[in-house]
């Protein structure tokens, strides 16, 4: 079955640690982004890659790193710099570059500092 | 003001009813409109696309975009507690280097 596979699914992690979320598509799409979702304040976008080796900021993305290296991966760095890291962490995938296309999600890792 | 806004709710409608979400944006060069839908602790699923202005109906579903007023409406008709989720509006204007734009999302509980 074609989708994106997110990993973990639960993640607790202790101040001052950085931790690496996994995102995997098998769907051949060029475009993949990840999104923070908090309750009450809708997706924001912290980075998207439009193609392999390439990747750029979005609107929140102090305190996180990405890598494009394959293209059916696009893991997520949090690190010990992003303030308030508990959220719930969506990847997603496009075949269409530029937002157009319809975006496919994974189940989402959420993300609990202790 | 922010690119997107969307009432949060939440919104609570008895079974059958009739419900209407709507997002405003300030943002003019907005082309792609979609609405997704997410239930529980899951990701987000594409419900309706609509380009530019118009309607778009799918089953119990009608989409409609008014450019001029930079409103979008999604329309459940006969809602049934299987549409109990958070609904999202998303928008884009699809250049390279842009990505799609998000509201906060409604959150909508159908009682039977």
């Known amino acids: 079955d074609g989708g994106i596979t997110q990993s973990p699914k639960y993640l607790f992690r202790k101040e001052g640690q950085n931790v690496t979320l996994s995102c995997e598509q098998n769907l051949n799409h060029d475009a993949m982004y990840w999104y923070r979702q908090d309750p009450g304040q809708g997706l924001r976008l912290i980075y998207y890659?439009?193609?392999?080796?390439?990747?750029q900021k979005g609107d929140i993305a102090e305190g996180y790193s990405v890598s494009r290296e394959k293209k059916e991966s696009f893991p997520l760095t949090v690190t010990s710099a992003q303030k308030n890291p508990t959220a719930f962490y969506l990847c997603a995938s496009s075949s269409t570059p530029g937002g157009a296309g319809e975006l496919f999600f994974g189940e989402g890792s959420r993300l609990t500092v202790l | 003001q922010k690119e997107v806004e969307q009432d949060p709710g939440p919104l609570s409608v008895p079974e059958g009813a009739i419900v209407s979400l709507n997002c405003t944006y300030s943002?003019?060069?907005?082309?792609?409109f979609m609405w997704y839908r997410q239930y529980s602790r899951k990701g987000p699923e594409l419900l309706m696309y609509t380009y530019s202005s118009g309607n778009k109906e799918d089953g119990r579903f009608t989409a409609q975009v008014d450019k001029s007023s930079k409103y979008i409406s999604l329309f459940i008709r006969d809602s049934q507690p299987s549409d109990s989720a958070t609904y999202l509006c998303?928008?884009?204007?699809?250049?390279?280097?842009?990505?799609?734009?998000f509201g906060k999302g409604t959150t909508l509980s159908v009682s039977s």
């Open positions: 943002n003019s060069a907005f082309q792609y």
């Open positions: 890659s439009q193609i392999v080796n390439d990747f």
């Open positions: 998303a928008m884009t204007i699809n250049q390279a280097g842009t990505a799609l734009i």
